[in-house]
């Protein structure tokens, strides 16, 4: 056996699919992995959208995900491609190969020393110490990748080394307990389940706030019990999304620096907030104000470095989601939603007011289909949200994409079914071709992307069709970037605006798609919004619907709330 043989066997062993790659060195273990192993090989056109198919991947399945890519220019963009999985806590494996051994700190051609470039996007990294230490290494990188708080993780392994022989063998083999996400579960402590239930029967106002952790710990059903029992609200952070349906009469929806008036405003009205998986960053509490810092805070957290570093808790328990929340529900019995709620009946009921109103107002804003010649985004959206079925995925860019997605689609069913760039522009059209590789013909995906993040990836409309992904892409197409012309407007008012530095042409992205050889409608006409969608469903090909929407309606982002009179 052959060290690219290993390789190829131990990604078997960990039930991969698919090996995501920009072609070039290491080309045998991608060779093995397909001929003789069944994994098939997913090109992209460069690294990032080669990894972000890979992190949405891994995302939605919660599997170590192997991505692989070349030493120099290519291990320069890998700390690019690995951030936004390093953000979003993505199982991502990166393979890459290092400078030939015979030749290293002789001017190589490409030389780069690599490691200390991903020290700060990665979980762990490092160079594999001795070709046969390839199967135990890998097994390190992917225990580190899947326990705990995922993450991403980084093996590079010199150019000379994937053919060389190794004598004796390693040992190939998975092990079951490291297989996927949610990999090891604290649980919590007695004690602290009850200190809990005895916080709760002092509070008038609780709020569940519901993080990311929920989704990584698959602990949306506990989550919806607990809710269930006490009758109190829950909002999530942006990254919780899913933690309930959105639909569920005790959903208010999401909070933070990209959420919903009334999800913030229910946040600041609490006295205790239950926080389940949530780090309690400034995205999701819109720079440590929502909620407030003199509220009673319980954090619930699987990583104790997390725990009391943005706020004062007044009780801070290490536990997973699924398994704290478990343990609560069984705490409170079953009389617990007549005992507990009592004394916040009526603070349940005013949040569901409050919600009810904030829809009506939503309604109200979709119904101005046009602004200033323009789509109104906020009609988009509310077409494609009733387009939307239980089953179906949405990916977000970052941004005022993830902004829109995340406050006004409602996700009608628990779990992970919406998934956003965390910050990497541009990541989430080639990702939702990865989403789509993970749900497989089931389930529809949909993108939602700006042309300014459009850009980004165009070329990877030849890796949709080649690879037989038919996503339906929507280009909330405003010929700017967005956010930066309601810096100005809003934060330099001022000044005089800058077009250089937000404006572009005003480019037909269908067209562009057309000329790919996918389906793609341009969209100027409110009439004309469904039927594009429909035939971009039924037409069975990567697809882009270009929505030509105005720039002057600013999305519900917590930094321009006062001076956009927000309202929803």
Same mark, same amino acid.
């Given at each position: ?83 936004? @999985? ?11 190969? @290092? ?54 993780? *980084? ?6 080394? *994937? ?22 579960? @604290? ?123 943005? *706020? ?43 919600? @009810? ?98 850009? *980004? ?112």
């Amino acid at each position: 056996m052959n060290l690219s043989q290993a390789l190829a066997h131990m990604m078997k062993a960990y039930d991969a699919e698919y090996a995501f790659t920009l072609t070039g060195g290491p080309q045998e273990p991608l060779m093995e992995a397909q001929l003789n192993h069944g994994v098939k090989v997913v090109l992209g056109r460069c690294e990032r959208s080669a990894f972000a198919m890979a992190d949405a991947y891994a995302r939605l399945t919660g599997k170590p995900t192997f991505g692989f890519a070349q030493y120099g220019c290519g291990t320069a963009y890998l700390p690019f491609s690995l951030v936004d @999985a390093h953000w979003a806590h993505s199982p991502v494996i990166a393979v890459n190969s @290092a400078t030939d051994s015979n030749t290293k700190y002789k001017f190589e051609y490409q030389e780069l020393e690599s490691v200390p470039m991903f020290l700060t996007c990665t979980k762990w990294c490092g160079e594999l110490p001795a070709p046969q230490r390839v199967a135990d290494v890998l097994r390190t990188a992917v225990r580190t990748a899947v326990s705990g708080t995922p993450g991403p993780a *980084y093996l590079t392994i010199p150019m000379d080394w *994937y053919r060389r022989e190794l004598d004796p063998a390693p040992e190939i083999y998975a092990e079951p307990a490291f297989a996927r996400v949610a990999a090891t579960r @604290a649980a919590p402590a007695t004690e602290d389940i009850e200190r809990i239930v005895e916080a709760l029967a002092t509070a008038k106002r609780p709020v569940l706030l519901a993080g990311g952790g929920v989704l990584l710990s698959q602990a949306w059903e506990e989550m919806t019990a607990v809710a269930e029992a006490l009758d109190v609200p829950v909002v999530t952070s942006i990254s919780g999304k899913g933690s309930i349906s959105e639909n569920h009469p005790l959903a208010v929806g999401v909070g933070g620096r990209y959420s919903r008036k009334v999800a913030n405003d229910v946040l600041n009205g609490c006295d205790l907030c239950i926080v389940v998986g949530s780090r309690l960053g400034s995205m999701g509490t819109d720079t440590f104000k929502s909620p407030a810092p003199e509220t009673r805070i319980i954090h619930i957290d699987c990583d104790a470095n997390v725990l009391g570093r943005t *706020y004062r808790e007044e009780l801070s328990i290490l536990g997973d989601a699924k398994l704290t929340l478990s343990s609560l529900r069984q705490a409170l019995g079953d009389g617990a939603r007549s005992d507990k709620s009592r004394g916040w009946r009526e603070w349940t009921e005013t949040a569901r007011r409050s919600v @009810a109103g904030w829809r009506e107002k939503v309604r109200e804003r979709a119904s101005e289909r046009v602004v200033d010649g323009r789509l109104n985004p906020i009609f988009v959206l509310s077409v494609l949200n009733d387009l939307l079925a239980e089953d179906d995925v949405v990916v977000a860019d970052t941004g005022y994409m993830a902004a829109w997605s995340g406050t006004l689609l409602d996700q009608k069913t628990p779990g992970r079914k919406t998934l956003r760039a965390a910050g990497s522009l541009g990541w989430a059209f080639p990702a939702a071709l990865g989403a789509k590789l993970a749900v497989g013909p089931s389930c529809r995906v949909f993108c939602l992307m700006g042309d300014g993040g459009m850009g *980004y990836h165009l070329a990877d409309l030849e890796t949709a069709l080649r690879i037989d992904t038919p996503v339906v892409t929507i280009v909330m197409n405003n010929a700017a970037f967005g956010f930066s012309y309601d810096v100005q407007r809003y934060l330099h008012p001022q000044s005089e605006r800058l077009p250089d530095a937000t404006d572009f042409l005003d480019l037909d992205f269908a067209s562009i798609a057309r000329s790919f050889g996918a389906h793609g409608e341009r969209v100027t006409d409110p009439d004309d919004l469904l039927p594009a969608l429909r035939r971009a469903v039924d037409s069975g090909r990567p697809a882009i619907i270009d929505c030509a929407v105005s720039k002057n309606v600013t999305p519900p982002v917590g930094r321009y709330a006062a001076a956009a009179g927000r309202d929803i």
